[in-house]
């Protein structure tokens, strides 16, 4: 069974940074692709980032392009979120997801639990 496991969430001040961490249990990780999404109070879950299972191959949201990096580390079976100046409007549930291919798509298999993240202004 595929377990994801996020954490690095919590509260920052606008124009700061945090980096989130997904661990990955089960299956074989490097024949995932992985991605990251978000959902905030009232709001329905969008899309943040993808990564393929090499690293070669990334997709970010608009939202987010030139602020925020996704990046794994295969050896690690873990995906990271580097999150730079951040905004208020960036805070929301952040989940880590995996899905059964090594290519990048729409669709995810498996699902974290989250992990808050809170910007202040």
């Known amino acids: 069974q595929v377990q994801l496991v996020e954490s690095g969430g919590g509260l920052v001040q606008a124009g700061n940074s945090l980096r989130l961490s997904c661990a990955v249990s089960?299956?074989?990780?490097?024949?995932?692709?992985m991605g990251w999404f978000r959902q905030a109070p009232g709001k329905d879950r969008e899309f943040v980032a993808a990564?393929?299972?090499?690293?070669?191959?990334?997709n970010y949201a608009d939202s987010v392009k030139g602020r925020f990096a996704i990046s794994r580390d295969n050896a690690k079976n873990a995906v990271y979120l580097q999150m730079n100046s951040l905004k208020p409007e960036d805070t929301a549930v952040y989940y880590c997801?995996?899905?059964?291919?090594?290519?990048?798509?729409?669709?995810?298999?498996?699902w974290g639990q989250g992990t808050q993240v809170t910007v202040s202004s």
């Open positions: 089960g299956g074989t990780f490097m024949m995932y692709a």
């Open positions: 990564i393929s299972w090499g690293g070669g191959r990334t």
């Open positions: 997801a995996a899905r059964n291919s090594p290519y990048i798509a729409n669709d995810y298999d498996y």
